[in-house]
Structures are given as C-alpha cells and as structure tokens.
C-alpha cells in the first residue's frame, strides 16, 4: 500500500488508527521489497527507524506533539550527513564516511519527530541528471525501470513516487530536485537560496547548492519546508531573514493572481506533450481566476550558459583535495571537474559579475507577476543509458536538455516547485515549474496548492518492472 499525505498519516497517527512502529515497519517492507526494481537506496537504517518510532509513540500518547511531521517516514538523500550513518554521496570518495553529527536539516527534522527510513541514491557527488552510479548501480524510475527517474536526486524521487516514503530530501544545483520530481511525477521544490540550511551536506556548488523537500503534494512539501527553513549560524550562506509561514489554506482559488509565461525560451525546444500539458496548466490558472500574460525575459539561454561557467570550478574547487584519485571518480563526473579545473578565474569573476545583473534584469522583468509558469524538463524521462534525446526532429544531448529549463533558476537563487501535470501517451510523468520572486515560496507554494487541488494527484506508478538493478549491504 503507497503512503496516503503527511497530513492523513498525522491525523491517522493522532487517532490512534495506526503507530509510528507501523508506518516504519510498512516503508521498511516496502524499501526491501522494491528494492531489487528501484535500487532506490544506499543503506536502510531498520534498527534507527523502530527505535525513533516507538519514541514517537510513547511521546505521542503521553501528550507531547512536535507538529504533523511526528511519527512520519523520511529518507535523506546520501549526502546529507547522518549522525553514526555512513554518507556515501554515492562515491568512492566518501563510500566508507561516517559522521558524528547530523546535517542541520537532519536534526531539524529528526526534532520534529521524523522517522528515519534510510539513505537515498543519487548521481555520484551529486553531479548529474541520471542517477546511473558506476559504484552503486542504477537508481530506476517506478513508472519504467528502464527509465532514469532523473538526479541528482533520484533515489529520493523514485522512494517517494513509488510510495515507499512520504516526504525524502533532496539538493539541487542545476535542477536536482525539480528533474528527478518532473520524471518521477511527484512534487519537487527548491527554496529561495538561503532559505534553508546546507551546513552538513556535501557540496557540490558553493553559491548554486539549494536543499529542499521531495514529497507526494504541494502542502506536504510546505510542512515540510516549515521545519527545515531558518537562518543556521553554522551556515555562511544562510539568511537572517524571518521565515513566514508556507501552509497554504484549504481553500483556494488564484483570483488577483498574475501569471507569466515566457514567450521565448522555455517553449522553444519542447516535446509536444511537454507543452500541450503546460498550456493546459495554464488554461486551468485562468479558469480560477490567475490573469496568465506572455512576457519576455532577458536572454535565458545565456544566463544558463552563465550558470553553467559558475558550477564547473565550484564543483572543481569542492574537490580539488580528491584531483589526484581520478581512478575513483566514474568518468562523466571526472570529465566535468577536468572542464571546471579548464576555467580561469578571470572567467569565473567574469561570470558571477554577470550573474549579479542577470539577476536584476529577470526580476524587473517579472516584477509585476507573481510568478511564472514554465516546463520543468523538456520531454519525459529518457531511457537510461541514452545519451541524446530527439525533440520536434533535432538531436540533442540529453544532460544538457534536460538541465536546459532548471539551471538558470539555482544561478538567480529564486524559488520554483514541480509540480506533475498529467501523463504522456506512454503512461509517463510530465511537469511544470512555477518560479516565483526571492522570498515569496509561500506565493509559489499557494498557486501550486490551487492547481493541484483542481488537478488532483497523480496515481502511484505501477513500479513496470525492465531488468532489476544490482545492489547489496543496505542495512547499516
């Protein structure tokens, strides 16, 4: 049976209908069992989760409630540091890695009462889009196991599509949340860059890296954010800037709501149905009462070129102490530090010196929108191993299409959720993106609640089972 939301599973817990030991003891069974199709995840912490549930039920019936995330199911993608729980970021590198302390957002949610199910896979160090890992194996999408459930996040995206958990975390730098949640039909949101912390998770991109939730609905992934959101003074990135609260209301509609929708760019290079699905999202804005516009905006195309100018020697700084270990790096991953290590620094400043008045530019553009509506990726999810994908008949190289609608937006630091917007003809998940201003992930959050509540959710895949995915040594 696939998780119900965060909030039935707490009223459910609160009623006294099921226990914490119980939703543990389900996603346990269900992680083991599909395991073999999904390879969904690096290590699974059975002795962690029951000993977390049964405090979360005694604490619950003695009357102490930490909030609707207590007693809940959660996975952390395998670079967040986990305190006595190996942290691999799917790499040679940090394969053997156990720390002593848990990542900010860890203790944040273990405080809330989360129940700790296990470590997700990912695209090794974080660095790519497919989530095929040459030292764990490929993580697999649960509508097609011979589809690529997108990455970096991916092991976090196919647990909880498949319903294994309801809510895992995620990073993102150029997409990895917003990807793998288009693929995977589930919702994916990246805050505004410093909303929450990154203190604890490897990096990837110094000024790039964003941490969010990954869950089933919209307003699970606002009660999520809600605890994971904060100023940390152990994080130099992280704003001081007060929290508001992201819970949409029950009832809503978008009347006073004006939406943008890019008339160049984002619609250019589009899967047919990538697009007919978008223009439908758009179509039911108006129905509830959005004002929908076209606008134009500066030159996305070399904004994401910029972005892509930053990434490269952020990632090769973040291991430059490793640049002699190039035997333990898979070579997609070692090719793209060897063109980070090729960029100069005046290349670099040049970069960030543009980014700064990209960044002015995008946002007077759509300053007097509330957000804009645009695809997440442009095409379902490929077939792993495929490295170049056909769209309206021109070949293109799948890492770079698929990051093609996504990067920009980590390099400008704005907030955007994926949200799944209907299936293709061949049964698989496609998805928009709604970008909104910095600091407004409440407003991003409130538009995505009103379309999906209109909308209604996705069904859970059918897990259509290729060729199983090798993998072993899960429980810590």
């Known amino acids: 049976m696939a998780f119900e939301s965060i909030r039935e599973l707490?009223?459910?817990?609160?009623?006294?209908?099921?226990?914490?030991?119980?939703?543990?003891?389900?996603?346990?069974?269900?992680?083991?069992?599909?395991?073999?199709?999904?390879?969904?995840?690096?290590?699974?912490?059975?002795?962690?989760?029951?000993?977390?549930?049964?405090?979360?039920?005694?604490?619950?019936?003695?009357?102490?409630d930490r909030g609707p995330l207590h007693g809940i199911p959660v996975g952390h993608k395998d670079l967040f540091c986990t305190k006595g729980v190996r942290t691999t970021c799917g790499s040679k590198i940090w394969r053997e890695f156990v720390p002593d302390y848990n990542a900010t957002v860890v203790q944040r949610l273990e405080d809330a009462g989360m129940v700790l199910i296990g470590k997700t896979g990912l695209h090794e160090c974080a660095y790519g889009i497919t989530s095929t890992n040459p030292h764990f194996g490929a993580v697999r999408n649960p509508w097609d196991t011979e589809r690529i459930p997108g990455g970096s996040s991916g092991g976090s995206g196919a647990a909880v599509a498949a319903g294994i958990l309801p809510m895992a975390t995620g990073t993102d730098t150029g997409g990895s949340i917003r990807i793998p949640a288009s693929f995977c039909g589930i919702v994916g949101l990246k805050p505004t860059f410093g909303r929450v912390s990154k203190y604890g998770v490897i990096d990837l991109a110094y000024t790039l890296d964003h941490i969010g939730p990954m869950t089933r609905n919209v307003r699970d992934a606002a009660l999520c954010l809600d605890v994971m959101a904060g100023h940390d003074p152990l994080d130099p990135y992280s704003s001081t800037r007060p929290v508001e609260p992201f819970l949409p209301p029950g009832s809503?509609?978008?009347?006073?709501?004006?939406?943008?929708?890019?008339?160049?760019?984002?619609?250019?290079?589009?899967?047919?149905?990538?697009?007919?699905?978008?223009?439908?999202?758009?179509?039911?804005?108006?129905?509830?009462?959005?004002?929908?516009?076209?606008?134009?905006?500066?030159?996305?195309?070399?904004?994401?070129?910029?972005?892509?100018?930053?990434?490269?020697p952020e990632a090769a700084a973040v291991h430059e102490p490793h640049k002699e270990r190039a035997a333990d790096y898979g070579?997609?991953?070692?090719?793209?530090?060897?063109?980070?290590?090729?960029?100069?620094?005046?290349?670099?400043?040049?970069?960030?010196?543009?980014?700064?008045?990209?960044?002015?530019?995008?946002?007077?553009?759509?300053?007097?929108?509330?957000?804009?509506?645009?695809?997440?990726?442009?095409?379902?999810?490929?077939?792993?191993?495929?490295?170049?994908?056909?769209?309206?008949?021109?070949?293109?190289?799948?890492?770079?299409?698929?990051?093609?609608?996504?990067?920009?937006?980590?390099?400008?630091?704005?907030p955007a959720l994926a949200l799944p917007c209907g299936l293709s003809a061949s049964g698989l998940p496609l998805s928009c993106q709604i970008v909104g201003h910095a600091w407004e992930g409440a407003m991003v959050l409130r538009i995505a609640a009103a379309l999906e509540d209109a909308r209604g959710a996705l069904p859970v895949p059918p897990v259509r089972v290729g060729e199983p995915a090798a993998s072993g040594g899960l429980v810590a």
């Open 331 to 414: 070579a997609d991953v070692w090719a793209n530090l060897e063109r980070g290590r090729a960029i100069s620094t005046g290349e670099y400043v040049n970069a960030q010196h543009a980014m700064r008045r990209y960044r002015r530019e995008f946002c007077a553009a759509f300053a007097d929108y509330d957000a804009l509506i645009v695809p997440a990726t442009p095409t379902p999810a490929p077939k792993i191993g495929q490295t170049t994908l056909d769209i309206s008949g021109e070949t293109v190289n799948t890492r770079m299409a698929t990051t093609s609608l996504v990067r920009a937006i980590n390099a400008l630091g704005l």
């Open 10 to 64: 707490a009223s459910a817990l609160r009623a006294r209908k099921i226990s914490a030991v119980e939703l543990a003891e389900r996603a346990l069974a269900a992680a083991e069992r599909l395991q073999p199709a999904l390879n969904a995840f690096v290590t699974l912490t059975p002795e962690i989760a029951l000993a977390q549930a049964r405090r979360a039920d005694q604490e619950l019936r003695a009357g102490r």
């Open 252 to 312: 809503l509609d978008l009347k006073s709501v004006r939406l943008g929708v890019p008339d160049a760019y984002f619609f250019e290079r589009l899967d047919p149905e990538v697009e007919a699905a978008v223009r439908r999202v758009c179509s039911l804005a108006e129905r509830l009462g959005a004002a929908v516009e076209e606008l134009t905006l500066p030159d996305m195309a070399a904004v994401t070129a910029t972005a892509l100018t930053i990434q490269l």
